[in-house]
Structure formats: C-alpha cells, structure tokens
T-cell receptor
Framework: DAGITQSPRHKVTETGTPVTLRCHQTENHRYMYWYRQDPGHGLRLIHYSYGVKDTDKGEVSDGYSVSRSKTEDFLLTLESATSSQTSVYFC????????????FGSGTRLTVV | GENVEQHPSTLSVQEGDSAVIKCTYSDSASNYFPWYKQELGKGPQLIIDIRSNVGEKKDQRIAVTLNKTAKHFSLHITETQPEDSAVYFCAAAIRSNDYKLSFGAGTTVTVRA
C-alpha cells in the first residue's frame, strides 16, 4: 500500500524467541496502530501511537510491546513468542486532523512453532 | 470497550443481485462508522464511511445506512460483480478516543457468476 510498508512479510519463529515487526510510513501521519487478524475475530487492536514516544495499549496488548522513536517507524515486539501469537499483523496509519480513514499495510504473517 | 457484531459471516449472491451486511455496536458514544474491503493477501481498504450526523451515504453501487437509536449500521452493495468478492469489515470509533477502531468479525462475500 502506498505510503506504508511492513517488514517482514512472512516470518516463522520458535516459541520463546523475541520477534520484532516493523511498520514504516512516508505520510508523516501522527497516528499509527498495530492490529492482529485472526479468523472469527476480525481485527483487534494491540497497541497504538499518537506521536513520537507516545504509545498506549489496545484490547489485546499482553505479551506485546511497542516503540516509536521517530514519526515514520512503529515497531511491535513479541518479547517471548508463543503459539497463540501466530497471526497476521497489520499496521495502520491515520491523520485525524484531515482524514478519519485508516490506511493499512499489507500485513505480516507470523507463525510461531 | 466498544463491541461490534457483524452478520452474516458468509454471504453468497448471484452476480447482479444485492448484498447486505449488518453491524451493531454497543457504545452509544461511537460517532464514526467505516467499512473496509479486504482482498486475499492484502490489507483492508476503506470503501465508505459514515459519521453520526448522517443517516445514509451512497457512493456509486455501495451505500451505508446508520440508525443511531438502534445502534446499528448496514452496508448495501447493488448490482454485485465478481470483483466485489472479498471480506468486508465494519468498524466503529469514538472520535475523542484517539480514534481507535473496533472491528466486526468480517463477512466473506462471494459473487457467483
């Protein structure tokens, strides 16, 4: 998707290992979000950021941490991956002052074995 | 927090017929209701949205209606085409709550040729 990229696109990792997913935007949007998508649950908010170094928890934040050291990058870290964190992770950006709509990245498919 | 329920979970329609997806929300303070379309292997894309001061909005073949009293909103797709086959998500947000979207579980729409 234009203006927002996620890396990696796919990752397989072992239980107990740390994993970091990256979201990079070129739109200079203030808000960034991490969601996970699982069958039957739609998209659930993990963490979000409302500015550099300003983050807050979403509804499914346990086991995840985030950091935003600059406007364009929002990192999601699984400190010790578990099988329940196998999912597709989506990053989204928005700029409330001009547009309510989210722009989503293409997602990262994470498998924890 | 906000709870959004979406029905049906799957919908199969004949090409040219109409498709309707319904969502309900729990928090009466919600004031923004977008709909997203997700194609296979891609992130969700905003297709239409409605704000709480509007009862209906239309964009070509798609329309959304909102009933704030009953706390439900619906997506209508007319003259369906094969390219309308996708997963559709409804969502709700409170503008003053850092615009955190709560999503429904999704509807898989299949348009039969």
């Amino acid at each position: 998707d234009a203006g927002i990229t996620q890396s990696p696109r796919h990752k397989v990792t072992e239980t107990g290992t740390p994993v970091t997913l990256r979201c990079h935007q070129t739109e200079n949007h203030r808000y960034m979000y991490w969601y996970r998508q699982d069958p039957g649950h739609g998209l659930r908010l993990i963490h979000y950021s409302y500015g550099v170094k300003d983050t807050d928890k979403g509804e499914v934040s346990d086991g995840y941490s985030v950091s935003r050291s600059k406007t364009e990058d929002f990192l999601l870290t699984l400190e010790s991956a578990t099988s329940s964190q196998t999912s597709v992770y989506f990053c989204a950006i928005s700029e409330l002052d001009t547009n309510y709509g989210y722009t989503f990245g293409s997602g990262t498919r994470l498998t924890v074995v | 927090g906000e709870n959004v329920e979406q029905h049906p979970s799957t919908l199969s329609v004949q090409e040219g017929d109409s498709a309707v997806i319904k969502c309900t929300y729990s928090d009466s303070a919600s004031n923004y209701f977008p709909w997203y379309k997700q194609e296979l292997g891609k992130g969700p894309q905003l297709i239409i949205d409605i704000r709480s001061n509007v009862g209906e909005k239309k964009d070509q073949r798609i329309a959304v209606t909102l009933n704030k009293t009953a706390k439900h909103f619906s997506l209508h797709i007319t003259e369906t085409q094969p390219e309308d086959s996708a997963v559709y998500f409804c969502a709700a947000a409170i503008r003053s709550n850092d615009y955190k979207l709560s999503f429904g579980a999704g509807t898989t729409v299949t348009v039969r040729a």
